[in-house]
């Protein structure tokens, strides 16, 4: 584990997941997916705020207008906090009662693009979706249990997106339109390294992959070599984003699901918040244009 890491909240989320970086108020949102809410934390004042949810969420993006874009349950909403205010957009997989939205990011064009998967996390029912500024929803990419990511290049030309269970990161190439080209592996994680969920990428173009089951996040170069690891002292790593004054802090979500009592007990920081200061710096959160 790196001396570096140091645990900001201890919140015990059973599913941490989908940190942004909110620059304007200097604050960081996260969320648990499987005991539905929204946290926030505001680092220079350790202040913590967490909203209920009335359904699982799997991510959240700030609208350039106002208010925030979450992917529910059932479908893409319009969320205004604190107030709670929900206002539905579209179920993008009707026939699916089975699926869920989970991870979701902006590419640099404020266009929203978000994994859906099996809930049950058994049948690669689940696609890569995009979901446009005008509000039309796109299917691009699929089969998968378990879509996560995804991230882009600096330059917005490459999105990164992940297969978990097949333990596969893919990129394409990322056109002005908006559709993907030239389909690839990225990385392919080993059994030992657990599986790949979500991730970030920083201004070198290199790519930050939280290891779920692997106790740690790392770094990847542009052509997908290992660069660093960071040892965590939790299991269930799930994902990372930049935040700070200076976007050099790496914030790290983790998970407690499904743990047994003995492993609860050598992991008793899960489903905590982590921060860990790098050299590096990130990029700032897309937000959504629409």
Same mark, same amino acid.
């Not at 992917?71 to 969320?79: D, N, P, T």
């Not at 049950?120 to 990419?141: F, K, Q």
């Not at 990164?160 to 990322?174: A, E, P, Q």
């Not at 059994?191 to 990847?220: C, I, K, N």
């Given at each position: ?96 009662? /089975? ?42 990419? &699929? ?50 390294? &657990?599986?790949?969920? /979500? ?14 089951? /692997? ?8 052509? &997908? ?55 590096? /710096? &990130? ?8």
């Amino acid at each position: 584990m790196s001396s570096d890491v140091n645990c900001v909240w201890e919140a015990s989320a059973q599913l941490g997941e989908g940190p942004i970086w909110e620059e304007e108020e200097q604050a960081l949102y996260w969320l648990d997916i499987k005991s539905p809410a929204i946290h926030r934390f505001h680092p220079a004042s350790a202040q913590t705020d967490t909203w209920s949810m009335p359904e699982r969420i799997g991510c959240i993006v700030r609208r350039e207008s106002g208010g925030f874009v979450v992917g529910l349950k059932s479908g893409f909403a319009f969320l205004d906090l604190p107030e709670g205010r929900i206002e539905k957009i579209k179920d993008p997989e009707p026939a699916l009662p /089975g699926n869920r939205l989970n991870d979701g990011k902006c590419d640099l064009q404020g266009r929203l693009w978000v994994g859906s998967m099996d809930d049950g996390e058994i049948h690669p029912t689940g696609g890569l979706y995009r979901l446009d500024t005008d509000l039309s929803c796109h299917r691009m990419d &699929g089969q998968y249990v378990v879509t996560n990511g995804p991230a882009f290049s600096p330059d917005g030309r490459v999105i990164y997106h992940t297969d978990s269970l097949g333990r596969t990161i893919y990129t394409h190439d990322l056109l002005e339109d908006g559709t993907l080209s030239g389909k690839r592996p990225f990385v392919r994680f080993t059994e030992e390294e &657990g599986y790949p969920d /979500g991730m970030t990428t920083d201004v070198e173009g290199f790519l930050w992959v939280a290891h779920w089951g /692997g106790w740690r996040v790392s770094r990847f170069t542009p052509e &997908g070599a290992l660069d660093q690891t960071i040892f965590l002292p939790v299991s269930q790593v799930t994902s990372c984003v930049f935040g700070g004054p200076d976007l050099r802090v790496l914030y790290i979500t983790s998970a407690s699901i499904n743990l047994s009592e003995e492993a609860s007990k050598k992991e008793p920081l899960a489903g905590s918040l982590f921060e860990l200061p790098l050299e590096t /710096g &990130g990029l700032l959160t897309a937000r959504f244009a629409g």
